[in-house]
């Protein structure tokens, strides 16, 4: 069984997409667990983690962390996934990521056939 952390906020448009994508498939050996906790970074054992990202042409795994680009951060508030996985790489407390990336404004339908082409090839960590 394969578990991806799924980031996401479900009432905001431009940052549902990977949760709605989350509970619209059912993967035999895939589970998916939607989360806003970054803790769960830290505490849970997962394969992948599924967010939306901004300048993606479509749904990439991204496993070089040089290659996220965090946002602006002006208060505590504003730490986001990006942010939280670099800061572990340099603390020593991630030493592998692999993440799905589904562009913000993707039409549903098409990241959801992604997303499913992406997972039934990807192996557990």
Do not use: C, W
Not at 3 to 19: I, M, R, Y
Not at 66 to 77: C, D, I, P, T
Request: proline share 4%; net charge neutral.
């Amino acid at each position: 069984m394969r578990t991806v952390l799924v980031f996401g906020n479900p009432h905001l448009k431009d940052d549902s997409l990977a949760v709605q994508v989350a509970q619209s498939l059912d993967l035999a050996d895939v589970e998916f667990r939607v989360t806003a906790n970054l803790n769960d970074l830290l505490e849970a054992r997962y394969d992948a983690i599924m967010d939306v990202a901004y300048g993606v042409p479509r749904v990439v795994l991204l496993d070089d962390l040089s290659k996220l680009r965090e946002h602006r951060m002006v208060s505590l508030h504003d730490y986001d996934v990006a942010y939280f996985l670099k800061l572990m790489k340099a603390m020593g407390r991630l030493q592998r990521v692999r993440i799905i990336a589904i562009p913000a404004s993707y039409p549903f339908g098409k990241a959801l056939e992604e997303v499913a082409r992406l997972l039934v090839h990807l192996p557990q960590q």
